[in-house]
């Protein structure tokens, strides 16, 4: 995407790669016109294997970052999952696991097994490892979970070579916004914790998130990201989900239509146009400056 010299880069990042057909192709029709630079790949999903050489093909030719989407509700678990999968073999619901995790009385070690098989599962198939990680439900915010992923990270990757997404928005921003208000300040509340993680080891993140809605479809959702654009952080990440309605989809996820509508937007004219209003243009990590080249430290206790 062409930008002027004077705006600065966001990521603009697709959520959700790999839970159906119609959301990969989606995406990777995004990436191609330059309209994404990241998506975030769910790869306990059958679709992950299907699409992810599509993806790989396309990102050789317009490159973005392709992260893991860290996934611990609703869907099949890529490991045993002993003692955090439910009935029928599925990840718990979020508004399960939640009090679970604040109470920390959820299985650090079964979270850790997750975490593991679903980094295996995208270095199988993407031959490296991922360009960050976040959460599906922003569930990698969570207390036991962001401890463990912090500590999968410093024992697997070298420093500074796989990012996390931060959640933190500032009170004011969210308030300003006005954009469900409610969830924004929980889910940031939430992060801070994982913020001063992120900042004790050294680990890479944006500073900036924007794109929480409620996907209620009662402002443009046009409208809605020029107040995510105008209110967005110094480093920051938009997140979005974009995608097609299919059967699989609706077999298995609630948020549908919202989709289409995040889609017809982000391929449309006024996307580059309200980019460049809000003096930025669509970028990636490696824009943003790391953080100095400090070794990962292990958590206390592990």
């Avoid at 914790?193 to 680990?203: E, N, S, T």
Wanted: proline letters at 8%; glycine letters at 6%; one cysteine or more.
């Amino acid at each position: 995407m062409p930008h002027l010299p004077e705006t600065r880069p966001i990521i603009v990042c697709a959520d959700d790669f790999g839970i159906a057909p119609g959301v990969s192709d989606a995406i990777v029709e995004l990436i191609a016109a330059g309209r994404l630079t990241a998506t975030s790949c769910m790869t306990g999903l059958p679709d992950w294997r299907r699409r992810a050489p599509t993806l790989q093909r396309v990102v050789l030719r317009n490159p973005a970052d392709v992260g893991l989407h860290l996934t611990l509700t609703d869907h099949a678990p890529v490991s045993r999952a002993s003692g955090l999968a439910r009935q029928e073999g599925r990840l718990p619901t979020l508004s399960y696991l939640l009090p679970r995790t604040l109470a920390g009385v959820v299985r650090r070690d079964a979270i850790a097994d997750e975490l593991r098989a679903q980094l295996d599962a995208f270095e199988d198939i993407w031959g490296g490892p991922p360009a960050y990680v976040d959460g599906h439900q922003h569930v990698h915010v969570l207390p036991v979970v962001r401890e463990v992923l912090v500590e999968e990270l410093c024992r697997r990757y070298a420093p500074n070579t796989v990012w996390v997404r931060d959640c933190v928005e500032p009170s004011a921003r969210c308030l300003r916004r006005r954009v469900a208000l409610p969830k924004a300040l929980f889910i940031s509340r939430l992060a801070l914790g994982l913020r001063r993680l992120l900042r004790d080891y050294a680990v890479p993140a944006n500073d900036g998130f924007a794109g929480l809605h409620d996907f209620s479809g009662r402002r443009p959702f046009g409208a809605l990201m020029q107040r995510f654009l105008d209110t967005s952080g110094p480093r920051p990440l938009l997140h979005v989900h974009p995608g097609r309605v299919d059967a699989t989809l609706r077999a298995c996820d609630s948020l549908t239509a919202p989709r289409e509508v995040e889609l017809a937007y982000l391929a449309s004219a006024q996307f580059p146009h309200d980019l460049a209003a809000a003096g930025l243009h669509a970028g990636r990590f490696a824009d943003f400056a790391a953080s100095p080249a400090t070794r990962m430290a292990l958590p206390a206790g592990t």
